[in-house]
Structure formats: structure tokens, C-alpha cells
């Protein structure tokens, strides 16, 4: 008869009286508290950041803005928060100051001639006005009164103002013709008392058409009044003056190719010294 084969003895019990249980597979209770800690944090992460996504910030909220400031070129944000108030221009004294400075150029009446005034005078100022003076002599020039006079050139001073064909020409005086044409009435201007005209022997006057001086009859009007008046005004050269025309503030009487004629001021020594004049005896 065969013999039975002997079977160990079971464990014995815990102390506590817990058994362990044989009809499941081991390690399933570490597997379940695994996934459990798992699905939590996962849960965790999700809540955090729904509610970081939801939560407003306080610092970017009212997103880009462009900036007012011109200074970083085009194109380009400033992403600072909108101040309360809209800006202004800088005031008072700073170089981005809407206002202009108090000090200002002032602009004479022979600056704003058609055609360009004395942007210099030829001591480097503008040429100075000159008042009457019967007869004496003023600090800028001579200064004829109501009487016969003779005008001479300064850098040609052996010639003279003259009537020729019409014309005013610079001539040196021959006979006693070309002298009495050469000599005139100087009187208080036709369009400006404290201006001058100049009537010839004959009653004509010396007036500029087209920009040339000639003698012409008065005609009556306003035109021709304007067109014979003329202004003193200060020369750099003693004893001398310029002489301005009311009516196209700016131009001077000048001589070119001998001819007198209405030019426009200009900052040269040639045209200062074609444009200076001097009263003086009358050559008749």
C-alpha cells in the first residue's frame, strides 16, 4: 500500500487574528491606491490651472496700447497701463513747448517789398530813415530842402543825375543845356510829405515806369504820385543817402550801365555804393 505523502501545516494565525487573504492576487490594494493618487493629482492640476486661466491680471488687462510716443519709431507698442488722463503738450520753457518764444524778429516796411528789402544795410544794418531837414545836413545824409539841387554819383562823383531823351541817365555836365537838365526842384513827395519828388526845369517830375527813372507830366493820379516819391535812407558812405520808392518798398534808385534805374536792394559793395547819392549845389 502506498504511502501518504505528509502535507505541511498550515501558517499559523496573527496575533491579531488576521488572516491573509488567499483568494485574490496579491499587490491589487498598492495598484488601486496608486491610480487613486494619480486621478487626484491629475484632478489637482486641472483645477489649478482653470482657475489661473479665469483669474484677471491685474497688470496686462488692458492689453497693448500704442504709444503716444513717437520717439521709438513707428510701428512700435508700449505695453504701460492707460493713464487717467489724456495727455497734454508739455508747457512753459521745454524745447516740446506748444508756445513760441517770447522773442521775436521784427519786420520793417522795406522788408516786406515786393521783391525782396535790405537784408543789410551796407554797414550791416538795415539803412536808417532819414527825416527832412531844410537844407542841413543829417546824421545818415544830406538832407535837401525845398530848393534846386544837383545829384552826384558817389563812386563816379564827376557825374550827375541828367535828363536825356526822357530818360535819367548818369552824365557828366557839358553845356548850360545839359547842366539845367541836370538840376531840380527838390520837394516834399507827391504821395509822402515826408518823402521827395523831384520836378524838372520844365514842371515834369522824375518818376520810375517799368523800373527806369524818367521825367514824365503829371498825369493827376495816384499811380504817378507814387511812382515820383521816393525816401531817404541812411548810406554807409558820408554825406550820402539811398533813395527808397514808396510804392515798391525795397527797391532802390541805382545806376547801371549809367542808367537810373529801380532795383532791388542787394548786400554788395558795387550795389551800395551805384545806389548812394549826394545832393549838391545846382550845376545851373
Same mark, same amino acid.
Given at each position: 500500500?502506498?504511502?501518504?505523502?505528509?502535507?505541511?501545516?498550515?501558517?499559523?494565525?496573527?496575533?491579531?487574528?488576521?488572516?491573509?487573504?488567499?483568494?485574490?492576487?496579491?499587490?491589487?490594494?498598492?495598484?488601486?491606491?496608486?491610480?487613486?493618487?494619480?486621478?487626484?493629482?491629475?484632478?489637482?492640476?486641472?483645477?489649478?490651472?482653470?482657475?489661473?486661466?479665469?483669474?484677471?491680471?491685474?497688470?496686462?488687462?488692458?492689453?497693448?496700447?500704442?504709444?503716444?510716443?513717437?520717439?521709438?519709431?513707428?510701428?512700435?507698442?508700449?505695453?504701460?497701463?492707460?493713464?487717467?488722463?489724456?495727455?497734454?503738450?508739455?508747457?512753459?520753457?521745454?524745447?516740446?513747448?506748444?508756445?513760441?518764444?517770447?522773442?521775436?524778429?521784427?519786420?520793417?516796411?522795406?522788408?516786406?517789398?515786393?521783391?525782396?528789402?535790405?537784408?543789410?544795410?551796407?554797414?550791416?544794418?538795415?539803412?536808417?530813415?532819414?527825416?527832412?531837414?531844410?537844407?542841413?545836413?543829417?546824421?545818415?545824409?544830406?538832407?535837401?530842402?525845398?530848393?534846386?539841387?544837383?545829384?552826384?554819383?558817389?563812386?563816379?562823383?564827376?557825374?550827375?543825375?541828367?535828363?536825356?531823351?526822357?530818360?535819367?541817365?548818369?552824365?557828366?555836365?557839358?553845356?548850360?543845356?545839359?547842366?539845367?537838365?541836370?538840376?531840380?526842384?527838390?520837394?516834399?513827395?507827391?504821395?509822402?510829405?515826408?518823402?521827395?519828388?523831384?520836378?524838372?526845369?520844365? @514842371?515834369? +517830375?522824375? *518818376? /520810375?515806369?517799368? $523800373?527806369? #527813372? %524818367?521825367?514824365?507830366?503829371?498825369? !493827376? =493820379?495816384? &499811380?504817378?504820385?507814387?511812382?515820383?516819391?521816393?525816401?531817404?535812407?541812411?548810406?554807409?558812405?558820408?554825406?550820402?543817402?539811398?533813395?527808397?520808392?514808396?510804392?515798391?518798398? @525795397?527797391? +532802390?534808385? *541805382? /545806376?547801371?550801365? $549809367?542808367? #537810373? %534805374?529801380?532795383?532791388?536792394?542787394? !548786400? =554788395?559793395? &558795387?550795389?551800395?555804393?551805384?545806389?548812394?547819392?549826394?545832393?549838391?549845389?545846382?550845376?545851373?
Amino acid at each position: 500500500m502506498p504511502e501518504a505523502t505528509p502535507q505541511p501545516p498550515p501558517p499559523p494565525p496573527w496575533e491579531n487574528g488576521w488572516v491573509p487573504d488567499t483568494s485574490r492576487t496579491p499587490g491589487t490594494r498598492r495598484l488601486w491606491l496608486a491610480g487613486t493618487l494619480a486621478v487626484a493629482t491629475v484632478v489637482a492640476c486641472v483645477t489649478a490651472i482653470a482657475v489661473g486661466h479665469n483669474a484677471p491680471d491685474k497688470t496686462s488687462s488692458a492689453g497693448p496700447t500704442v504709444s503716444a510716443n513717437t520717439d521709438n519709431g513707428p510701428g512700435l507698442l508700449s505695453f504701460a497701463s492707460p493713464s487717467a488722463s489724456d495727455p497734454t503738450a508739455p508747457q512753459g520753457t521745454s524745447g516740446m513747448s506748444a508756445t513760441s518764444p517770447t522773442a521775436s524778429v521784427s519786420v520793417t516796411a522795406t522788408a516786406t517789398a515786393p521783391g525782396a528789402g535790405p537784408k543789410s544795410s551796407p554797414s550791416g544794418a538795415h539803412p536808417s530813415k532819414s527825416a527832412p531837414a531844410g537844407g542841413t545836413s543829417g546824421g545818415s545824409g544830406q538832407q535837401p530842402g525845398s530848393s534846386e539841387k544837383s545829384v552826384r554819383s558817389v563812386n563816379y562823383p564827376d557825374r550827375y543825375w541828367h535828363v536825356s531823351d526822357g530818360l535819367v541817365k548818369l552824365d557828366a555836365p557839358r553845356g548850360s543845356e545839359s547842366r539845367a537838365d541836370s538840376t531840380f526842384t527838390v520837394v516834399k513827395g507827391l504821395a509822402n510829405s515826408s518823402c521827395y519828388s523831384f520836378r524838372t526845369s520844365d @514842371g515834369k +517830375y522824375l *518818376r /520810375h515806369r517799368n $523800373f527806369l #527813372l %524818367r521825367a514824365d507830366a503829371d498825369d !493827376g =493820379s495816384s &499811380l504817378f504820385r507814387q511812382d515820383a516819391t521816393f525816401c531817404a535812407r541812411g548810406s554807409s558812405y558820408s554825406g550820402a543817402v539811398m533813395l527808397e520808392s514808396v510804392n515798391y518798398p @525795397g527797391r +532802390y534808385l *541805382r /545806376h547801371q550801365d $549809367f542808367q #537810373l %534805374r529801380l532795383d532791388p536792394y542787394q !548786400g =554788395s559793395d &558795387l550795389y551800395r555804393a551805384d545806389s548812394a547819392f549826394r545832393f549838391v549845389d545846382p550845376l545851373a
